[in-house]
């Protein structure tokens, strides 16, 4: 069995990983001071469904398997890119938006499957399971040490969403948002274009 002081360790180590400035963390901030609390929790629920499959695969051996893949993991991060992309054509047109930008309403279930979409199109996320689980694992523990140590890892994804949904849907952040709406999107945009044209660029250097 794995003990406290492990555990700590490598919930902290996963952690800075998920908490870290990426295209999951960026778009649930910019969702949450766009369209509200709500919207981001329910955004950020999916990318935590999604890292848990993550997280699964890592645990079972399989994420190994996958970066053996050329192939597919070349296919996510070719798909992964273009959906990169996509979210930048969707922030760079509100940018282009003079004044109030109008907000749609968009149903809890597409926010839901967004966030799922995002973060199963991101192979990296296995990356940074395996790296956070080879701190408190080796070849000779349980399957129990497995199973607690991945669940560690899943209540720090599940806090992180949560959090970010938190702090970015309170009223003095959307209040900025709304006073600096186009840099926001602006600025999202040139990072979501950067991290997909990276992904492609990645899959096709191979």
């Known amino acids: 069995m794995v003990d406290l002081t492990t555990l700590l360790a490598v919930g902290v180590a996963f952690w800075v990983i998920a908490a870290s400035p990426g295209p999951a963390n960026?778009?649930?901030a910019a969702i949450a001071m766009r369209y509200g609390r709500r919207a981001s929790i329910v955004y950020g629920l999916g990318l935590s469904v999604a890292l848990v499959f993550w997280g699964v695969l890592a645990a079972t051996?399989?994420?190994?398997?996958?970066?053996?893949?050329?192939?597919?993991?070349?296919?996510?991060?070719?798909?992964?890119?273009?959906?990169?992309?996509?979210?930048?054509?969707?922030?760079?047109?509100?940018?282009?938006?003079?004044?109030?930008?109008?907000?749609?309403?968009?149903?809890?279930?597409?926010?839901?499957?967004?966030?799922?979409?995002?973060?199963?199109?991101?192979?990296?996320?296995?990356i940074a399971w395996m790296a956070a689980l080879s701190m408190g694992l080796d070849p000779n523990d349980t399957v129990l040490s497995v199973v607690v140590t991945t669940l560690v890892c899943v209540v720090v994804a599940f806090f992180n969403n949560f959090s970010y949904s938190?702090?970015?849907?309170?009223?003095?952040?959307?209040?900025?948002?709304?006073?600096?709406?186009?840099?926001?999107?602006?600025?999202?945009?040139?990072?979501?274009?950067?991290?997909?044209?990276?992904?492609?660029?990645?899959?096709?250097?191979?």
């Open 61 to 126: 051996g399989m994420g190994a398997v996958l970066q053996a893949s050329v192939w597919l993991l070349m296919a996510l991060k070719v798909l992964g890119g273009c959906y990169l992309l996509w979210l930048a054509w969707q922030s760079g047109r509100s940018a282009m938006q003079p004044g109030d930008a109008p907000v749609t309403e968009i149903a809890a279930g597409r926010w839901f499957w967004r966030g799922v979409i995002l973060n199963l199109s991101n192979p990296k996320s296995v």
């Open 26 to 28: 960026i778009s649930n």
């Open 166 to 206: 938190l702090v970015f849907s309170m009223g003095g952040m959307m209040a900025v948002y709304r006073r600096c709406r186009r840099w926001v999107e602006g600025a999202s945009a040139v990072l979501f274009a950067t991290g997909g044209l990276a992904l492609i660029r990645s899959a096709v250097s191979k």
